[in-house]
């Protein structure tokens, strides 16, 4: 469906395009994958699998949610990509610094086909510069939850 993010693995944001950096290649639960899509196959021309940039969720529990922050590490601006079951309907995604202290909360965002993301610039709640370090984020959707990581550069 044109509608759907298709979950590419760490594109160019809005505000670069239009580029031909980035990573294009698609994520294997994107809807444009083959498997995501047995009538039509393969949807596009990038193939399927992230490079090592892109940095995994660490845990997952529950209802088979997956998440993934790319680029990482980035130097300001990252995006947080979660898929689950379409019947969640509802996501929370958090982020934490490493003193466990709540840094920026992206509540109750819709969903459409189980697919969802945030986009993180380096800031805060309170929109201020957030120092370089490593920050985790937790993603809650439904029943299930994932947890990752971002390393922010400065």
Known sequence: SIDQDPLFCAPELCGDAPTTSGDYTLNELSPAAAEQSPVCGLIGAFDVGCSAT??????????????????????????????????????????????????????????????????WDGTDRHGLATPAGVYFYRVRMGTGESQGRVVLLR
């Open 54 to 119: 892109s940095v995994e969720s660490d845990v997952s529990h529950g209802i088979g949610l997956w998440s993934s922050a790319t680029p990482n590490p980035t130097r300001g601006v990252t995006q947080i990509a979660f898929a689950g079951p379409s019947s969640a309907g509802f996501a929370t995604v958090l982020l934490y610094d490493v003193r466990g202290r709540l840094v920026r909360e992206w509540a109750q965002r819709v969903i459409k086909e189980g697919f969802g993301n945030v986009i």
